[in-house]
């Protein structure tokens, strides 16, 4: 079948968007793979970016770093976030839509805003920066997301069978533990998933609260960038792609399958 | 006498500035199948709710097997539940769904395996245990749901119009199922529904609840045959009201005054003379002829035939009277009387059969 002039062009138009969003990536992805150290001619296929990786020390401290801060800090989000929806789910108090409101608007607030900010009340509380601080902002920004997804997990949720577990004899915990859990888990689980790329994937927010001993991976990359973007920032940066690629294809999955 | 297994005691229920029950006090006997009847909205499940420990009574006490439960959450009451939407546990099958209330209560597991064997036979669902709650259908999840309460030897069963999602046959099915249940293990049970004819097919007595208020309680007989008031009389069942006035008050027969007739009803104690009466008849008391009563005892108003529709055994007639008011007659459809649209005929009905009630 011919298609019409408008139907050409609407081919070639979404061919295009395509392009534009995929094309920097591919390129990237097929750079560090170049045995030229430019990112200007292909001279020839080579892993030793990659090998080269694993032998900077920086490279791997950053790394462990950004691993640590990620788990850490996913385990506590997806914890707070888990029981702030089942919270808001659950209850009816006084003030509810504001503070609900609330939980959502960090995914709002410019990173830039919430990176100073936390800067600010780190530096007035005199807590130095480090693990502790980057934990703590990655704590923070990570939650509301756990809120948003674990929520769209109860809005299918039927209520009456907490009241069943208990109707049987659960102790309230006993039916969060067993039945409010258990039901809410894809949710659970796909939110921590979301929670750690968001960890592993941040910039900004950690640029202001990490110490200068604690640098994260994406830090890490930041200022090696300066002196010029290397193969060596390609392969490292395929790599977090394709670590948080799966990540996200894992959580798809998990999110799709029981819903 | 033992005491009742649940009182009721004067039991008041708001929410904000809503009044859902209204100051309700009712006895249910040890083993007695009764049923909260109403409209949707009439306080029928919040009362359910607040047996079951959902709710708490604004004001008023709830006593279970003699024992105030007022403190008690719902997870330390001895009663289960079986609920409307069926409320299975999506996560587990139906062996784990009955199995629930004997793991939390921590019974040791052999028992737990008898006693859950032994409820999945009951409702003969046996084959079905390793199935999770998608793969059964409306009715087996009914079934799952009762035997996952009565697994735990409750003292009360609560069913919150458990047959609402079924169709008509296996409703009728599953009330039979339910009565028999009900009879083989003397648990008494409290059914809610809007459902008349199910609360006339299944219950012991009947609590017809209107707008938060008890409205009367009764057998079946009672409630259909003798309607404490025009609600009870207009919910359950057909009936024909006609509007009228009490004329002579005796020591215990009222004489009241309708168009074209009079009666003599047992005295109603709060009825007083020259106040306005309701008469109720049903469409089944109600006999059509081609000539007058012979027997002056009966009631017989001249009148014509307006409509007829028919419904299977039986044949609605609608006839109107000399004063515009219409009356159902319900007559045998081998046995209709043979008149036409329009022709002259009489109805006649015995005055016993007719309640007299307050508008």
Redesign the interface.
């Known amino acids: 079948m011919r298609l019409s002039f408008a139907g050409r062009l609407g081919a070639v138009y979404a061919a295009l968007i395509y392009l534009f969003l995929y094309l920097p990536i591919a390129i990237l992805i097929l750079y560090s793979f170049n045995k030229s150290k430019l990112n200007a001619v292909w001279t020839g296929f080579t892993v030793d970016w990659y090998l080269k990786l694993f032998h900077n020390s920086d490279v791997l401290e950053a790394m462990n770093t950004t691993l640590i801060v990620a788990a850490v800090s996913t385990l506590a989000s997806t914890m707070i976030g888990t029981l702030a929806a089942v919270g808001m789910y659950r209850y009816h108090f006084r003030g509810k839509t504001a503070l609900d409101a609330m939980l959502y608007l960090p995914i709002v607030i410019p990173e830039i805003v919430m990176g100073i900010s936390m800067l600010a009340f780190f530096a007035q509380l005199k807590i130095p920066l480090g693990y502790l601080t980057l934990i703590a902002a990655h704590i923070t920004f990570s939650v509301p997301f756990v809120v948003v997804v674990v929520k769209a997990r109860l809005a299918g949720f039927?209520k009456?069978?907490e009241?069943?577990?208990?109707?049987?004899?659960?102790?309230?915990w006993?039916t969060f533990v067993?039945?409010t859990l258990?039901?809410i888990a894809p949710g659970v689980i796909a939110s921590a998933l979301l929670a750690f790329t968001l960890s592993v994937d941040d910039v900004i927010i950690s640029f202001f609260v990490a110490g200068p001993t604690s640098p994260t991976l994406p830090l890490k990359i930041f200022s090696m960038v300066k002196f010029g973007v290397s193969p060596e920032i390609n392969a490292l940066s395929t790599l977090m792609l394709m670590v948080t690629l799966l990540i996200v294809v894992i959580a798809e999955r998990i999110r799709l399958r029981k819903s | 006498m033992s005491h009742p297994m649940v009182v009721l005691q004067e039991i008041v229920k708001r929410f904000g500035h809503n009044t859902v029950v209204q100051n309700l006090s009712l006895d249910i006997h040890r083993g007695e199948f009764l049923t909260f009847l109403g409209p949707s909205g009439c306080g029928k499940t919040t009362t359910l709710r607040m047996i079951a420990g959902f709710e708490q009574p604004t004001s008023g006490r709830i006593l279970l097997d003699g024992e105030s439960v007022q403190d008690r959450p719902a997870y330390e009451r001895n009663v289960n539940t079986v609920f409307q939407s069926y409320a299975l546990f999506p996560h587990l099958t139906a062996y784990e769904n009955v199995a629930f209330g004997l793991r939390v209560k921590r019974v040791p597991a052999a028992e737990i395996d008898r006693r859950v064997k032994q409820a999945l036979r009951l409702v003969q669902l046996e084959d079905f245990a390793k199935r999770k709650p998608e793969q059964l259908s409306g009715g087996q999840k009914q079934r799952i749901a009762i035997a996952r309460a009565l697994v735990n030897n409750p003292k009360v069963l609560l069913l919150d119009e458990p047959l609402g999602a079924l169709d008509q046959k296996l409703r009728k099915q599953m009330q039979v199922e339910l009565k028999h249940l009900q009879k083989q293990l003397g648990i008494t049970f409290i059914f809610v529904t809007h459902d008349q004819e199910e609360a006339l097919t299944m219950s012991d007595r009947i609590a017809v609840m209107h707008h938060g208020v008890l409205e009367q309680v009764g057998t079946p007989d009672e409630i259909y045959n003798r309607p404490a008031t025009a609600f009870v009389a207009e919910f359950i069942g057909e009936t024909n009201l006609l509007r009228g006035k009490a004329i002579e008050r005796t020591a215990d027969a009222l004489l009241v005054e309708c168009e074209g007739f009079r009666l003599t009803a047992p005295l109603q104690a709060d009825i007083r003379e020259q106040e306005p009466v309701v008469v109720a008849v049903r469409p089944e008391r109600i006999s059509l002829s081609l000539s007058p009563a012979d027997t002056p005892e009966r009631i017989c108003l001249p009148a014509r035939l307006s409509e007829r529709i028919y419904t299977g055994a039986f044949t609605r007639t609608v006839v109107t009277l000399a004063d515009g008011k219409t009356l159902v007659s319900h007559e045998k459809t081998d046995e209709l009387l043979p008149v036409g649209q329009g022709d002259s005929l009489y109805v006649q009905w015995n005055p016993a059969h007719a309640v007299v009630l307050k508008p």
């Open positions: 039927d009456s069978i009241e069943a577990a208990m109707d049987l004899g659960a102790t309230p006993q067993k039945v258990p039901v």
